[in-house]
């Protein structure tokens, strides 16, 4: 009789900020586990911390079962960073990811999370881990994919917030300031600006300076348009004592006079139910992966090349931030029909 070909026993785990889209990535890795390959899969709980802990649940079937739709991580996540030097000087953490890794007969992992998280999973690579990284986070700036899961969803929740700034600012005829999400990267905030009809945007990636601002303002006025909105991405340079909305605003008031009102919409853009989109790119991403496993192809992410899935070798990815080009088609696009990027008059 024919050995029995021992079923592969896969770990996955969650790391970084949050997003909608890690359950539907999670059910994606698997449901492809279970159904196509007979694997066993490990929930590992908050992250890598879970990985040096050992703390995990065996994900049934069952467990799979009505997360799709579902915001947050079954698993919960964590920002731990393994490999980050601990204060006195010793890390033994790796040595214990490597441990249990052997102990639990872990024959690969999928580690679903962000730049830092595609960093750790390439250095355990290269401590021999089985190891293939899913891209996620609302900021869509891992290097290596042309979109992350969870992108989607934030650029919805945003649009709908500058839809509704729309209205109150022109009801009392104010600058409205709303400032976006992205980390160091504007991609947020440049979707989210150009999906809500934001007149003036500001990116980390292109240098603004108030007076440009202010005569955007002062324009929109003169051509009787007493309203406008102002879409800032958090990573903008301002100083580091108040968030960059109030910053902006506190210089539109300052020196055009005229009543601004900001609203920084922070975490409300991490939270909820995935769109559709991020549904099918999540469960796309989450089966690949396992896919990936089956066929031995470990130390990569997988990644979306002009809607095509794909893998990048995972040393490729670590340490690197995929930021908005400053002449990207949409930012040409939007200076053709008048919105500013707080540039003009550098
Ligand atoms: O990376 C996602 C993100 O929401 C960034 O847009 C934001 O700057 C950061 O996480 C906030 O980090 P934390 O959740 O640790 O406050």
Same mark, same amino acid.
């Given at each position: /009789?024919?050995?029995?070909?021992?079923?592969?026993? *896969?770990?996955?785990?969650?790391?970084?900020?949050?997003?909608?889209?890690?359950?539907?990535?999670? $059910?994606?890795?698997?449901?492809?586990?279970?159904?196509?390959?007979?694997?066993?899969?490990?929930?590992?709980?908050?992250?890598? =911390?879970?990985?040096?802990?050992?703390?995990?649940?065996?994900?049934?079937?069952?467990?799979?079962?009505?997360?799709?739709?579902?915001?947050?991580?079954?698993?919960?996540?964590?920002?731990?960073?393994?490999?980050? /030097?601990?204060?006195?000087?010793?890390?033994?953490?790796?040595?214990?990811?490597?441990?249990?890794? @052997?102990?639990?007969?872990?024959?690969?992992?999928?580690?679903?999370?962000?730049?830092?998280?595609?960093?750790?999973? &390439?250095?355990?690579?290269?401590?021999?881990?089985?190891?293939?990284?899913?891209?996620?986070? *609302?900021?869509?700036?891992?290097?290596?994919?042309?979109?992350?899961?969870?992108?989607?969803?934030?650029?919805?929740?945003?649009?709908?917030?500058?839809?509704?700034?729309?209205?109150?600012?022109? &009801?009392?005829? $104010?600058?409205?300031?709303?400032?976006? /999400?992205?980390?160091?990267?504007?991609?947020?905030?440049?979707?989210?600006?150009?999906?809500?009809?934001?007149?003036?945007?500001?990116?980390?990636?292109?240098?603004?300076?108030?007076?440009?601002?202010?005569?955007?303002?002062?324009?929109?006025?003169?051509?009787?348009?007493?309203?406008?909105?102002?879409?800032? @991405?958090?990573?903008?340079?301002?100083?580091?004592?108040? &968030?960059? @909305? =109030?910053?902006?605003?506190?210089?539109?008031?300052?020196?055009?006079? *005229?009543?601004?009102?900001?609203?920084?919409?922070?975490?409300?853009?991490?939270?909820?139910?995935?769109?559709?989109?991020?549904?099918?790119?999540?469960?796309?991403?989450?089966?690949?992966?396992?896919?990936? *496993?089956?066929?031995?192809?470990?130390?990569? /992410?997988?990644?979306?090349?002009?809607?095509?899935?794909?893998?990048?070798?995972?040393?490729?990815?670590?340490?690197?931030?995929?930021?908005?080009?400053?002449?990207?088609?949409?930012?040409?696009?939007?200076?053709?029909?008048?919105?500013?990027?707080?540039?003009?008059?550098?």
């Amino acid at each position: /009789m024919n050995d029995v070909v021992k079923p592969k026993r *896969i770990g996955i785990l969650t790391a970084g900020g949050d997003c909608p889209g890690l359950n539907a990535a999670i $059910r994606g890795v698997g449901k492809t586990a279970i159904v196509e390959y007979g694997m066993e899969v490990l929930g590992f709980h908050a992250g890598y =911390s879970g990985l040096i802990s050992g703390k995990y649940n065996v994900l049934k079937e069952s467990a799979l079962s009505g997360i799709l739709t579902l915001g947050g991580t079954i698993l919960g996540t964590s920002r731990e960073k393994p490999f980050k /030097m601990a204060k006195n000087g010793d890390n033994l953490k790796p040595e214990k990811i490597k441990k249990n890794y @052997a102990k639990l007969g872990l024959d690969a992992v999928v580690c679903i999370g962000g730049n830092g998280t595609m960093k750790t999973a &390439s250095l355990l690579a290269q401590e021999g881990l089985n190891v293939v990284g899913i891209p996620k986070t *609302i900021d869509n700036d891992v290097w290596g994919t042309d979109v992350t899961f969870g992108f989607d969803s934030a650029v919805q929740i945003a649009t709908d917030a500058i839809d509704r700034l729309h209205t109150t600012a022109n &009801s009392h005829q $104010r600058v409205m300031i709303i400032e976006i /999400m992205g980390h160091h990267a504007g991609w947020l905030a440049l979707y989210s600006g150009l999906a809500g009809g934001g007149d003036i945007i500001l990116l980390p990636e292109l240098e603004y300076n108030i007076r440009s601002v202010c005569k955007k303002i002062e324009s929109r006025y003169e051509d009787n348009k007493p309203y406008s909105i102002v879409v800032v @991405a958090e990573g903008i340079e301002h100083p580091k004592d108040k &968030s960059a @909305a =109030s910053h902006i605003a506190e210089a539109i008031q300052t020196y055009t006079g *005229i009543e601004t009102r900001e609203t920084v919409l922070g975490y409300i853009q991490r939270g909820g139910s995935p769109t559709p989109m991020d549904r099918i790119l999540a469960t796309r991403y989450g089966s690949f992966a396992t896919q990936c *496993i089956a066929e031995g192809n470990f130390g990569t /992410m997988v990644a979306i090349k002009d809607n095509e899935l794909t893998t990048v070798p995972l040393e490729e990815v670590g340490g690197k931030l995929r930021l908005v080009e400053s002449d990207h088609g949409l930012i040409q696009k939007a200076r053709k029909m008048g919105v500013s990027f707080g540039d003009e008059f550098l």
